[in-house]
């Protein structure tokens, strides 16, 4: 027990800081998206116009949870119980594989391996940690609940149901550092399955059977297939149904005992699916420093451009439909005309779903930084760096890499936005606000590429968690402050938030001049003090 718990104190230790930011920052966006709705859907009335013009138009449900009636609290899950689920499910992916297949990469489980501790006892200490990381969020988003006056069982139900979705994905990111040799492939797979279940889970929604009111859905089979469909089942506020949260809790355990099991029968280092052969020779393109450094992150690159590519073509086939909405619905028309100044609902949707572009474009860019971390702690940077190869160029070699990515995924999204309009037969006079708007988002994400820069050079151990915990941080500024009723300088914050936006025939340049300042003032500072700062491979 005493070895137990040392390894157990050991992973709350490293991880309090991470465990705090995002169990915290969970229950302050549940705590945030209650008085944002009280200010915006004050009436029964305005939730049930709402709900019925969702409804009506289930493809709007693919990005929202799952109506459950018109009541304050039931609303309020509905509007955001999807993104408090996501959030526990990737702070449990990457905490799972962090002390996992992560530890076995930097050593530490050697380390622990030649000790008296028991072969799979570092896996059961990480998953118990995982599993009070997530008895926290549920404690705290609950706790956000009854802070703002909802009854007790649903708010109680709510946050467990977020927490328990949690500890599913927990058992993901455990079963996928068991399943692949690197922290970078398992944290590939244990994300994809994020993404794949959760779009799932919309779709179940979007093609249920609505109620005869119009307030209230029953997902159809696919929903079931999904732990966020479980989640959103539980229906807080309304039937307060337990058994969706306990079925989650159970399958988050048995993906956790395998995982034990198959580390207790695998070698240190060694994985259930074998890696690709690479070639015996590198082929004559991967000749320079730039071309190693796209070899390593064009996975990634490709990855989110084709997120991308989905979140063009979406922008504009859905813009006729929110058109039709907004129309029926005040609140929604108004939130629209904030996010698009004083343009049209098409072009404000189009806005918004280009708002999110630039968090995918941001997390492609983060990615490709964090990569050159990686590369520096793992101790496969200095081999390069002993060659006539700088610093200075090194780290200069991942901002353009990093610049080409962000390009690539707005390229992407315009290239949908196009197939949308096409497929629509609808206003090519769109395409401005597109081009507008996807041009805006390449110079916000940039923002993000040169600040993780920084944080590389002068802090590299927090270089990964202060660039994840940034995106993360303008998502919300930039995605639910509207929504929130943020006042307007907290917005202002996010990059992606002050962007150019066309009003009406104009353009709104907004805070363009200042991104640029920043992109400029960002990657001189990085690639400067880059020339002074020795490697860091222990951190």
């Given at each position: 027990?005493?070895r ?17 930011l995002?169990?915290v920052?969970?229950?302050?966006l549940a705590?945030s ?9 004050g ?5 049930t ?14 990005f929202r949870g799952l109506?459950?009636g018109a ?7 509905f509007?955001?119980?999807?993104w ?5 499910a ?19 489980a050697?380390?622990?391996a ?5 072969r ?15 008895l926290?969020?549920a404690?705290?988003?609950a ?9 007790a069982?649903?708010?109680l ?31 590939s ?16 929604n ?15 089979w696919?929903a ?10 539980t229906r ?13 809790l159970?399958v ?8 034990i ?21 590198a ?5 320079t ?10 996975g990634?690159?490709i ?8 979140t ?27 996010i698009s100044?004083?343009?049209s ?12 572009l630039?968090?995918?474009a941001?997390?492609?860019a983060?990615q ?5 971390r990686?590369e520096e702690?793992h101790?496969?940077?200095?081999p390069?760096l002993?060659?006539?190869v700088g ?9 353009v890499?990093g ?6 995924v707005?390229?992407?999204a ?14 090519w ?13 390449v110079a ?17 151990r ?14 919300v500024?930039g ?12 917005v202002d ?5 002050v ?7 104009d ?12 992109v400029?003032a960002?990657?001189a ?12 491979a222990?951190?």
């Amino acid at each position: 027990m005493s070895r137990f718990l040392a390894l157990l104190g050991q992973r709350l230790r490293r991880d309090w800081l991470q465990v705090a930011l995002w169990t915290v920052g969970t229950a302050l966006l549940a705590y945030s998206s209650y008085i944002g709705v009280a200010d915006t859907y004050g009436s029964e009335q305005d939730r049930t116009s709402l709900l019925a013009a969702a409804l009506a138009n289930p493809v709007i449900l693919l990005f929202r949870g799952l109506p459950s009636g018109a009541d304050e609290g039931a609303f309020m899950v509905f509007l955001i119980f999807p993104w408090l689920a996501i959030l526990a499910a990737f702070m449990s992916t990457f905490l799972a594989v962090r002390h996992t297949r992560g530890d076995e990469e930097a050593g530490r489980a050697e380390l622990i391996a030649a000790t008296p501790a028991a072969r799979s006892l570092p896996i059961i200490a990480t998953a118990v940690h995982g599993v009070l990381a997530n008895l926290l969020l549920a404690a705290l988003t609950a706790g956000a609940f009854l802070a703002v006056g909802l009854d007790a069982e649903g708010s109680l139900l709510a946050g467990s149901a977020a927490g328990a979705v949690g500890v599913v994905f927990l058992g993901v990111g455990l079963l996928a550092a068991q399943l692949l040799r690197t922290s970078r492939g398992a944290n590939s797979l244990a994300v994809w399955t994020v993404m794949v279940t959760f779009v799932l889970a919309g779709i179940g929604n979007a093609i249920g059977t609505p109620s005869d009111d119009l307030t209230s859905m029953e997902s159809s089979w696919l929903a079931w297939l999904s732990p966020f469909g479980w989640g959103e089942n539980t229906r807080a506020f309304d039937e307060n149904l337990w058994w969706p949260a306990l079925l989650c809790l159970g399958v988050g355990i048995a993906l956790a005992a395998t995982s034990i099991a198959l580390a207790s029968v695998r070698d240190l280092g060694g994985s259930f699916l074998a890696e690709r052969l690479g070639r015996g020779a590198a082929s004559a393109a991967l000749s320079t420093p730039m071309a190693l450094v796209w070899r390593l992150t064009r996975g990634a690159v490709i990855g989110w451009a084709v997120g991308g590519l989905l979140t063009g073509v979406l922008s504009t086939s859905l813009a006729s439909i929110v058109q039709d909405v907004g129309a029926e619905n005040p609140a929604v028309e108004e939130i629209l005309k904030q996010i698009s100044g004083e343009g049209s609902i098409e072009q404000g949707t189009v806005t918004t779903f280009f708002t999110m572009l630039g968090v995918l474009a941001a997390c492609c860019a983060v990615q490709i930084v964090c990569r050159a971390r990686q590369e520096e702690a793992h101790g496969t940077a200095e081999p390069l760096l002993a060659a006539p190869v700088g610093r200075v160029r090194w780290l200069a070699d991942y901002l353009v890499v990093g610049l080409v990515g962000i390009v690539l995924v707005i390229a992407a999204a315009i290239g949908g936005a196009a197939i949308g309009i096409a497929g629509q037969d609808g206003e090519w006079d769109l395409m401005t606000t597109v081009l507008v708007t996807g041009a805006g988002q390449v110079a916000a994400a940039s923002v993000f590429l040169v600040v993780t820069a920084l944080a590389f050079v002068l802090a590299p151990r927090l270089t990964i968690p202060l660039g994840w915990t940034l995106v993360l941080v303008a998502m919300v500024l930039g995605l639910f402050g509207p929504l929130f009723q943020f006042p307007d300088w907290l917005v202002d914050l996010s990059p992606i938030a002050v962007t150019p936006t066309v009003d009406g025939t104009d353009v709104d340049l907004r805070g363009l001049w200042w991104l640029l300042l920043a992109v400029g003032a960002g990657a001189a500072a990085s690639l400067t003090l880059m020339r002074r700062r020795e490697l860091a491979a222990a951190g």
